[in-house]
């Protein structure tokens, strides 16, 4: 029971990540109309962006958290906040209260997903944790397949709806929590992570978005335009010191100096932006270009996500025989393909067949070769007790190679969608494809890293047995 109680929370979050993105022309629509004036792609894209920065920042401190409290109350502490945050974002009268409330869901899911596993662990018996850890996983790709189609049938009655549902469902999951969950012990009594740096992540992400997003209507030299951008840098620069120099860090900056787990980190990001591209432009092109349902949208983009799992699935054994690497470069390419599919072969005129499927199928099969890939690569090449500290950081870039990617897109194709900005489009999945084949290069330096540490390993000394040794063997 504990168990069905942890993987519902657990799909509650990742299926909201799939959703929000199908209801975004919905949510614009609706504000237009209450308000008299359009809501334009760029203040919609903080409906998307507010989450993964917040998510981003808070995950490492609500994670140590519950290492310090326990993992039991701050994962239904977590699961509160995330449900009350859901109804405010269901009610929300205009999108500033749509995008604060999100920015509070954001940070019941960075209490909530951090603890879910330990309390999972925690809830089996040894024999069967594996299997539970797998079980956590696969919920992730359950999600992703479910969420488009979840997110088209709900706008079909009204983009509310897609916060809405996570009400019942938060609920029943702490009513029964409180009920099933094992309580975890304290494992740490030490400070917590650097808040101000928290805080600096925070906003030089946003200022970076913040730029991107406003400059094409500014202008790219207007003065708020290089304020945000400079607040950016300096943020950036100043947390990256406090990093270095701080007691307790927000993230361990130093890991990114071993080669292999640096190269995935940086993969991670530059395929975490191209796949942001990707998925918000796959939403806005056939709602706005071919004028789409969300529910036709939703049903349309179902073979990406669906594959990824089953790919991941299928691939786990060449991925111990060949080495990570290769997977990465394999993946990364494909996913670039796809991007050049739709480069290509897009039209103003729906063709589902020529068009989206190819590059859908392309990019599902590349998306399960390479992130689930990448991040395996990074966390594997740390020593054990920094893991959890490693696997933490690597989430935390996925959210900020999001953040980064939505705006981006909204950089590149302008903050009014529609036909004009085909040629706009395909720029964006130029950028998208170029992106995916510098994560393929990424493959190609973790395969050398990987051999070269082999090398080294087999040609360091064996330890030679002291003469005193008594288990010294003539």
Same mark, same amino acid.
């Given at each position: 029971?504990?168990?069905?109680?942890?993987?519902?929370?657990?799909?509650?979050?990742?299926?909201?990540?799939?959703?929000?993105?199908?209801?975004?022309?919905?949510?614009?629509?609706?504000?237009?109309?209450?308000?008299?004036?359009?809501?334009?792609?760029?203040?919609?894209?903080?409906?998307?962006?507010?989450?993964?920065?917040?998510?981003?920042?808070?995950?490492?401190?609500?994670?140590?958290?519950?290492?310090?409290?326990?993992?039991?109350?701050?994962?239904?502490?977590?699961?509160?906040?995330?449900?009350?945050?859901?109804?405010?974002?269901?009610?929300?009268?205009?999108?500033?209260?749509?995008?604060?409330?999100?920015?509070?869901?954001?940070?019941?899911?960075?209490?909530?997903?951090?603890?879910?596993?330990?309390?999972?662990?925690?809830?089996?018996?040894?024999?069967?944790?594996?299997?539970?850890?797998?079980?956590?996983?696969?919920?992730?790709?359950?999600?992703? =397949?479910?969420?488009?189609?979840? /997110? %088209? +049938?709900?706008?079909?009655? !009204? @983009?509310? &709806?897609?916060?809405?549902?996570? $009400?019942?469902?938060?609920?029943?999951?702490?009513?029964?929590?409180?009920?099933?969950?094992?309580?975890?012990?304290?494992?740490?009594?030490?400070?917590?992570?650097?808040?101000?740096?928290?805080?600096?992540?925070?906003? =030089?992400?946003?200022?970076?978005? /913040? %730029? +991107?997003?406003?400059?094409? !209507? @500014?202008? &790219?030299?207007?003065?708020?335009? $290089?304020?945000?951008?400079?607040?950016?840098?300096?943020?950036?620069?100043?947390?990256?010191?406090?990093?270095?120099?701080?007691?307790?860090?927000?993230?361990?900056?130093?890991?990114?100096?071993?080669?292999?787990?640096? =190269?995935?980190?940086?993969?991670?990001?530059?395929?975490?932006?191209?796949?942001?591209?990707?998925?918000?432009?796959?939403?806005?092109?056939?709602?706005?270009?071919?004028?789409?349902?969300?529910?036709?949208?939703?049903?349309?983009?179902?073979?990406?996500?669906?594959?990824?799992?089953?790919?991941?699935?299928?691939?786990?054994?060449?991925?111990?025989?060949?080495?990570?690497?290769?997977?990465?470069?394999?993946?990364?390419?494909?996913?670039?393909?796809?991007?050049?599919?739709?480069?290509?072969?897009?039209?103003?005129?729906?063709?589902?067949?020529?068009?989206?499927?190819?590059?859908?199928?392309?990019?599902?099969?590349?998306?399960?070769?390479?992130?689930?890939?990448?991040?395996?690569?990074?966390?594997?090449?740390?020593?054990?007790?920094?893991?959890?500290?490693?696997?933490?950081?690597?989430?935390?870039?996925?959210?900020?190679?999001?953040?980064?990617?939505?705006?981006?897109?909204?950089?590149?194709?302008?903050?009014?969608?529609?036909?004009?900005?085909?040629?706009?489009?395909?720029?964006?999945?130029?950028?998208?494809?170029?992106?995916?084949?510098?994560?393929?290069?990424?493959?190609?330096?973790?395969?050398?890293?990987?051999?070269?540490?082999?090398?080294?390993?087999?040609?360091?000394?064996?330890?030679?047995?002291?003469?005193?040794?008594?288990?010294?063997?003539?």
């Amino acid at each position: 029971m504990a168990s069905t109680v942890i993987l519902l929370a657990v799909f509650m979050t990742n299926l909201d990540l799939w959703i929000v993105n199908v209801a975004l022309p919905a949510m614009g629509s609706s504000f237009a109309s209450s308000s008299g004036r359009a809501a334009t792609l760029g203040s919609l894209s903080w409906v998307l962006n507010a989450y993964a920065i917040v998510l981003a920042a808070l995950l490492v401190v609500a994670g140590r958290m519950g290492d310090r409290i326990g993992q039991r109350p701050v994962f239904l502490a977590g699961v509160s906040v995330f449900t009350l945050a859901s109804l405010a974002c269901a009610v929300a009268p205009d999108l500033g209260t749509l995008v604060a409330a999100r920015a509070l869901q954001a940070a019941g899911a960075a209490a909530q997903l951090p603890t879910s596993l330990a309390l999972l662990l925690a809830s089996v018996p040894a024999e069967h944790r594996t299997r539970a850890t797998r079980n956590w996983a696969a919920v992730g790709g359950l999600a992703a =397949a479910a969420g488009p189609v979840a /997110g %088209g +049938l709900l706008v079909q009655v !009204d @983009w509310r &709806w897609v916060f809405v549902i996570n $009400v019942p469902l938060g609920i029943a999951t702490v009513v029964a929590g409180l009920r099933v969950l094992p309580s975890t012990t304290r494992r740490e009594q030490g400070r917590l992570p650097d808040l101000m740096g928290a805080l600096l992540i925070t906003l =030089a992400i946003a200022a970076l978005s /913040g %730029g +991107l997003v406003q400059a094409p !209507d @500014w202008g &790219w030299l207007d003065a708020r335009s $290089v304020t945000l951008f400079a607040l950016a840098l300096v943020s950036a620069a100043v947390f990256v010191r406090r990093s270095l120099q701080h007691a307790h860090p927000l993230f361990e900056l130093p890991l990114l100096r071993l080669p292999q787990f640096g =190269a995935a980190s940086a993969g991670t990001f530059v395929f975490g932006v191209a796949f942001a591209i990707m998925l918000l432009s796959n939403v806005l092109w056939c709602q706005e270009i071919w004028h789409w349902s969300a529910l036709r949208t939703g049903v349309a983009m179902v073979p990406g996500p669906a594959l990824v799992p089953v790919v991941t699935l299928l691939t786990a054994r060449a991925a111990q025989r060949l080495g990570h690497g290769p997977l990465v470069t394999t993946g990364g390419l494909l996913f670039a393909a796809g991007m050049l599919w739709r480069t290509c072969f897009a039209s103003l005129k729906a063709d589902y067949w020529l068009d989206l499927l190819p590059s859908q199928v392309l990019g599902g099969v590349g998306v399960g070769l390479t992130l689930g890939t990448l991040v395996a690569a990074g966390v594997g090449s740390l020593p054990g007790h920094r893991a959890a500290t490693g696997s933490a950081l690597v989430n935390s870039v996925r959210q900020i190679s999001a953040t980064v990617g939505v705006a981006l897109l909204v950089a590149i194709v302008g903050t009014h969608v529609g036909p004009a900005q085909r040629q706009d489009f395909r720029a964006a999945w130029l950028v998208a494809a170029a992106l995916s084949v510098a994560a393929a290069v990424v493959g190609v330096r973790i395969t050398r890293t990987a051999a070269r540490t082999r090398e080294a390993a087999a040609s360091a000394p064996a330890p030679v047995a002291s003469l005193t040794d008594p288990h010294r063997t003539a």
